[in-house]
C-alpha cells in the first residue's frame, strides 16, 4: 500500500440508521402534536373564511417510514448518505394534507396558508413530474413553520423551528394519489405503449374531470346570484323551486333565520313542489294578505321560527288543501295537527282560503 495514500472507513450506513430512528423515536410524539396543531390551524381558518374542503388530514412520519428514509444512500454519491442529520433534513415528519372540492379552492387554501404560516418552501407536483418525464399525482407542497407571534405563546413554544409539510389537492388528484403506489411503471421511457396511452387518456380525463366540477360550481353560483336577483327585483314567475331560492325567497319576505341548515330548505323546497307549486309567484300568491307573525303568534301565541311562520300562512292560504296534498298526509299525528291549527285560525277570525296551486298554473 502506497504510504501516501490515505485510508477512508466506508460509512456505516445501519448504525446511521439505528441512530436516527432511535431519536426521532424519541421524538415522534412531539410531531404527532405539532401536526395536530397545525391541522387545528388550518380548519379553524378554513372555516373563518368560510373556504369548504373535503377533508384535512395529518399525521406523523411513521417509525419504519422514517427509518427507511434516514438509511438511503445520496442519488450522486451511493457511499454517502442522503441525509447526514435526519432529524433536521428530512422535512415531512409533521405532515398535513388538505384535499378540496375544486381546483380554484387550492387558490384560496394557497393565500390561507401564506397568511397563517411561515413559508419556507412551495413546490408545484405537477409541475416537476413534467420536468422528469413521470406519472404522478399533481399536488402542490409546503414546507411551513409556526409564525414567530404564536411561536412567542407558551401553548406553542415547544414547536420553535419545527417544520410541517402540508399537501393540497383536489379529490380527484387525491384519488389518483391513493391508487399510485400500485402502479409499477412511473417512467415513461420504460411503460408498454399501451399501458402509456391509457395513462395519458386517464391522466386527461382527470383534468377535464377537475375543470368540468368547477365549471359547475361557477355555474351553479352565478344561477343562485341570478335567482336572488331576480326574488328582490320581484320577479318571481320563472324562478325554479331550490332549496337555494326557498331561503332567498324567505329571507326577504320573512327576515332572515340563522338558524336554519341548509336541510330545512330542502324540506320546504321538496314540500312545496309535492303541494303543487311551480314557481314562486303561485307562492306569493297564496301567502298573500297574511301577516306571518300574526298568525304565528294566533297559533302558537309567540312568533315562531323563520320556516314554521311559513308553513302556518301556507296552512292558511291553502287550507285542507295543505293537509291532503302533503307527503306527511297519511300520518295521524301529522293531519290531526293541522287541522287543530285551522280551527284555532278560523275561530279567531282569520279568513282561510283553499288555493290550489294546479288550478293557479292553468290559468
Not at 404527532?32 to 397545525?38: A, D, E, H, K, P
Not at 373563518?48 to 445520496?74: C, H, L, M, Y
Not at 331561503?247 to 332572515?256: E, F, I, P, Q, T
Amino acid at each position: 500500500m502506497d504510504p501516501n495514500e490515505t485510508s477512508e472507513e466506508p460509512f456505516d450506513f445501519a448504525r446511521h440508521k439505528l441512530d436516527a430512528t432511535n431519536e426521532y423515536q424519541k421524538k415522534r410524539s412531539l410531531y404527532r402534536t405539532f401536526s395536530g396543531v397545525i391541522k387545528t390551524i388550518l380548519g379553524e381558518s378554513l372555516s373563518t373564511a368560510n373556504i369548504k374542503v373535503a377533508s384535512i388530514e395529518e399525521r406523523a412520519k411513521s417509525i419504519d417510514s422514517f427509518a427507511k428514509k434516514a438509511g438511503s444512500r445520496s442519488p450522486t454519491n451511493p457511499n454517502e448518505p442522503k441525509y447526514r442529520n435526519p432529524i433536521k433534513d428530512i422535512t415531512d415528519l409533521a405532515g398535513i394534507r388538505v384535499i378540496t372540492f375544486f381546483p380554484r379552492t387550492i387558490d384560496e387554501v394557497d393565500r390561507l396558508i401564506n397568511s397563517e404560516f411561515e413559508v419556507l418552501e412551495k413546490s408545484d407536483k405537477s409541475e416537476i413530474l413534467k420536468e422528469e418525464e413521470r406519472f404522478g399525482y399533481q399536488s402542490i407542497h409546503y414546507l411551513v413553520k409556526l409564525r414567530q407571534n404564536r411561536i412567542g405563546l407558551t401553548e406553542y413554544r415547544s414547536f420553535d423551528n419545527l417544520i410541517a409539510e402540508i399537501q393540497v389537492r383536489t379529490i380527484l388528484q387525491h384519488a389518483w394519489a391513493e391508487i399510485e403506489h400500485d402502479i409499477q411503471y412511473k417512467s415513461i421511457e420504460i411503460i408498454p405503449t399501451e399501458i402509456h396511452r391509457r395513462f395519458i387518456g386517464l391522466a386527461g380525463l382527470i383534468e377535464i374531470a377537475d375543470r368540468e366540477f368547477q365549471a359547475i360550481q361557477d355555474a351553479d353560483s352565478e344561477l343562485a346570484q341570478k335567482v336572488r336577483d331576480s326574488i328582490n327585483e320581484g320577479k318571481l314567475e320563472d324562478i325554479e323551486i331550490t332549496p337555494d331560492a326557498v331561503r332567498a325567497y324567505l329571507d326577504k319576505k320573512m327576515g332572515a333565520d340563522g338558524r336554519m341548515a341548509d336541510w330545512n330548505y330542502q324540506f320546504v323546497a321538496q314540500m312545496l313542489r309535492k303541494l303543487g307549486f311551480t314557481n314562486f309567484s303561485q307562492i306569493d300568491d297564496c301567502i298573500s294578505g297574511y301577516n306571518d307573525d300574526q298568525i304565528s303568534r294566533v297559533i302558537w301565541d309567540y312568533r315562531q321560527g323563520q320556516i314554521q311562520r311559513f308553513e302556518d300562512v301556507l296552512l292558511a292560504g291553502m287550507g285542507e288543501n295543505f293537509i291532503t296534498r302533503h307527503q306527511w298526509n297519511a300520518e295521524k299525528w301529522f293531519t290531526e295537527g293541522r287541522y287543530n291549527r285551522l280551527k284555532i285560525l278560523r275561530d279567531a277570525g282569520v279568513v282561510v282560503k283553499d288555493y290550489e296551486p294546479m288550478l293557479a298554473k292553468s290559468e
